[in-house]
Structure formats: structure tokens, C-alpha cells
């Protein structure tokens, strides 16, 4: 499972490390997420399983969704999340 949620949300080593292994049976919980214009979907890792694995909170939701900004991050307003994010941008 671990090894899963790493490529899946593209941990760094140093994150992968700090995770913790899953008891027996626990469910881990993704939830699917939308773009505010319904073009683009992802998955993130519910809080409590992200909790209970020891996850940073910055390793909830997959890197790729940051990088095009398809979900603003705790704080960020409008103004920030019109920063070009390079060729691969969604804007």
C-alpha cells in the first residue's frame, strides 16, 4: 500500500520514509475531486488515512494537481494561483 500511495501521489524518499505501515484490515479512503470547471479529475487521500500513515499533509493530494493548480493551496488567493506554471500549464 505504501509503496502505491508513493508513485500514485509521487512522494520524495524522505516523505515515503516518514509514512508508517497500515494496520491490518485499515482502510485507506481516496476521495475524488473535480475542477471548479469539471475538466479535470484527481484523487486525494482522505485526512484521516493520510493521518493515520503519518503523511505530511503536503503528500494528500498528488503533486501534479499542485504543479497546474488545479486546487488552491490552504491561504493562496486568486492573484497566486494565476502564476505561470511553465509549458505544461492549465491556464
Given at each position: 500500500l505504501r509503496l502505491f500511495?508513493?508513485?500514485w501521489f509521487q512522494f520524495s524518499?524522505?516523505?515515503f520514509e516518514q509514512t508508517e505501515n497500515p494496520n491490518n484490515a485499515q482502510l485507506t479512503i481516496l476521495d475524488k475531486k473535480v475542477s471548479d470547471d469539471g475538466r479535470h479529475k484527481w484523487y486525494e487521500l482522505d485526512e484521516g488515512s493520510r493521518l493515520?500513515?503519518?503523511l505530511p499533509k503536503s503528500c494528500g493530494i498528488p503533486k501534479?494537481?499542485?504543479w497546474h493548480r488545479l486546487k488552491k493551496r490552504q491561504g493562496e488567493s486568486d492573484k497566486d494561483s494565476?502564476?505561470?506554471t511553465?509549458?505544461?500549464s492549465m491556464e
Open positions: 500511495l508513493m508513485r524518499v524522505k516523505e493515520a500513515l503519518n501534479n494537481v499542485t494565476s502564476v505561470d511553465g509549458p505544461l
